[in-house]
């Protein structure tokens, strides 16, 4: 019985060279022990690892220009941008009027303050007081900024390897292998991390288990069998640390009363993720990772069997190879919708209702889109695949190696299971004119309003851009995965078995082993693409709503008919897979004629060769074609959009 146990030590105190070195602390404490099972006994052995990296990672400086608590209460007569001048804030009320940011003039609004009365303290004036005080006058950072902060990340690690060897007879011997794995990262500096001004301290942890086996049995002297079986899950979480920390994401905690389309999303009443554009100096935006309510995960599941035979100068192998990927990130998905909602209030000179500076929008409840999902992007990917082989490696003479084999590879495309959603854009699907007309923008007595294009209707502003019900399919082009059984699994055609023929050789070609010659020549395919467009089309409609709204107020989008306005608005872009798109193919080609200059086994110093290698590669695949849309202002019946049901 073997152990070994350690602990390594690097940390701030330890560090000789730099005086006021950062906070950190690299310690990684461990054992390893193994052996015999049974003392004397040579055919059970254990072996065990324990690996435990304790991290504290020192972050560089970050720096914000937080409101200040006289622009917290609309108060922005002392608001400077980088160059010292005062920011003027433009008044909405005063339609036709001037004022710009710099010079002024008579529409801003009087003295640069913003009346008490325009500000609801349940709006986004709640979500700025969960904002740090500024630390600094902005005018005195080079950067303009008021804030900065510093973080030490913790990343404890933890690792355990175990492994059992078995050997019952000299033809029969088998391996278990069992890993275990975990990271847990802590603070706001971490990867998918909320808003590095700290609004609130989360994990990002990833684990990755796995077991493994192997069973060799030697049939004859010239056969032998080998065969492996494993299976492999990881996952990742994002999450605050704590229920404190959960609170500070909380509405009804911050005061936050602002009601959302589908509160049914967001079971935690979390705040919505507001962008303030361009700062200068920083912008402290509200962020968080979509999954803060689910974890993503993998599962990897493989076996591998092979089949050896040594005839004469013939070694025949034969095998077969299967493995079933899974993979879901979990309700939110990457990059998914917004399930709390998600403001923008940087600064947009197209924006009527703009006020030349973001805090001042966000008072306002002025902003410039406004998005939210009305369900999960809930992916469950599935893609399996199997290869089986036959190759025969022939010595015919002694200074003569061949070999050559056929490979048969088999897989299908990533798709979603069952109770997902998911859609793809076809255009063998899309009818031109056939997509709904959008509401018009006009203007009703001073006022904006939305006018129907067929009726001359008017509606409340909140409508402009939506799409007029009944004047076509919100779906054009769209196939469901409900289709899959007449149009294809994943949307895709399956490609069915797919050959790759397989030939080499190693040639002495004097024999004497100073000149030789490499070469081979194979088909291969590349079916190993990744999950991330099962997300993309989880979240096309009509598995999921995007709707963005424009140029408008916090108090429009709940006024009445404005929920049923915002579902009838098309999402900013669709996509679509290739329908029958082949499997990427390449033939690949090698030539390595070598001669040795100064015999057969010279001294290593004194050794010459003269090598010259060739390798070819010629790829045979069509350019793939990614078919993504976009809104426009109107509708193809007006301006010749050809974009789908997404506008």
């Known amino acids: 019985m073997n152990s070994t146990e350690f602990f390594r030590a690097r940390q701030q105190r330890l560090n000789g060279i730099e005086p006021f070195p950062p906070k950190y602390r690299f310690n990684t404490y461990g054992a390893n022990l193994g052996g015999p099972v049974i003392k004397g006994k040579s055919k059970l052995f254990f072996f065990y690892s324990l690996e435990a990296p304790i991290v504290k990672r020192p972050q560089s400086v970050q720096t914000w220009r937080m409101p200040s608590a006289l622009e917290r209460r609309g108060d922005f007569s002392q608001t400077y941008d980088a160059q010292g001048r005062l920011i003027n804030i433009r008044d909405p009320r005063k339609v036709g009027l001037a004022c710009n940011a710099v010079t002024g003039g008579p529409g801003c609004f009087d003295g640069n303050i913003i009346p008490a009365s325009m500000i609801n303290p349940g709006q986004m004036q709640a979500m700025l007081n969960l904002m740090p005080l500024p630390e600094y006058d902005p005018r005195t950072t080079a950067g303009n900024y008021n804030y900065d902060s510093e973080e030490i990340t913790d990343v404890p690690k933890l690792n355990h390897v175990a492994r059992v060897d078995w ?10 292998t069992i890993k275990d794995w975990k990271q847990d990262q802590r603070g706001t500096r971490i990867p998918s991390g909320p808003s590095n001004w700290q609004w609130f301290n989360a994990h990002y942890t990833n684990t990755d288990r796995g077991f493994s086996a192997n069973y060799t049995k030697v049939l004859r002297s010239n056969i032998v069998w080998d065969t492996d079986f494993g299976v492999r899950h990881q996952t990742e979480v994002f999450y605050p640390l704590n229920e404190t920390e959960w609170d500070k994401t909380n509405r009804q905690v911050a005061g936050y009363t602002v009601p959302q389309y589908h509160p049914d999303l967001n079971p935690r009443n979390v705040l919505p993720r507001v962008n303030f554009g361009t700062v200068t100096g920083g912008a402290p935006n509200f962020t968080y990772d979509t999954r803060l309510i689910d974890q993503g995960e993998g599962w990897l599941s493989s076996v591998r069997s092979n089949l050896t035979y040594i005839r004469g ?18 309700k939110g998905g990457v990059g ?5 909602g998600d403001y923008n209030f940087g600064v947009d000179t197209n924006n009527p209702l703009d006020t030349n500076f973001a805090f001042s929008n966000a008072l306002l409840g002025n902003f410039t889109t406004y998005t939210e999902t009305d369900g999960f992007a809930d992916v469950r990917g599935r893609r399996p695949t199997a290869e089986s082989y036959i190759q025969d490696t022939w010595r015919p003479k002694r200074n003569l190696t061949v070999d050559y084999g056929m490979r048969f590879l088999w897989y299908q495309a990533w798709a979603s299971g069952q109770n997902t959603k998911s859609a793809s854009f076809d255009p063998e699907r899309y009818v031109p004119g056939g997509s709904p007309l959008l509401y018009q923008p006009v203007l009703v007595n001073g006022q904006q309003r939305a006018q129907n294009p067929v009726t001359g209707e008017i509606k409340p502003a909140v409508y402009i851009g939506g799409f007029v019900l009944g004047t076509g399919d919100l779906y054009n082009g769209m196939v469901t995965q409900d289709e899959w059984d007449t149009y294809g699994t994943g949307f895709r055609v399956n490609q069915g078995i797919q050959p790759e023929g397989r030939a080499g050789l190693a040639w002495d070609i004097t024999g004497s082993g100073k000149t030789s010659l490499h070469a081979s020549v194979g088909r291969y395919h590349n079916p190993f693409v990744n999950a991330n467009g099962l997300d993309n089309l989880a979240r096309n409609p009509p598995a999921q709503n995007n709707p963005v709204l424009r140029y408008s107020t916090i108090d429009q989008m709940f006024a009445p008919e404005a929920a049923a306005a915002f579902d009838t608005r098309p999402s900013s872009g ?5 329908h029958d798109a082949p499997t990427p193919k390449s033939l690949n080609y090698s030539r390595h004629p070598a001669r040795d200059r100064l015999g057969h086994r010279p001294r290593r110093d004194l050794r010459r060769q003269q090598d010259a290698e060739h390798r070819g590669h010629v790829r045979h695949q069509r350019p793939p074609v990614r078919h993504e849309l976009h809104r426009r202002q109107s509708a193809e019946h007006q301006s010749g959009n050809r974009s789908g049901p997404a506008g």
Do not use: C
């Not at 998914?336 to 709390?340: D, E, H």
């Open 167 to 176: 050997r019952p007879t000299s033809n029969d011997s088998f391996s278990f």
């Open 313 to 330: 100068s013939h070694s025949i192998k034969v095998g077969m190879y299967y493995d079933d990927t899974r993979n879901s990130e979990g």
């Open 336 to 340: 998914g919708g917004s399930w709390a």
């Open 574 to 578: 669709v996509l679509g897979l290739q």
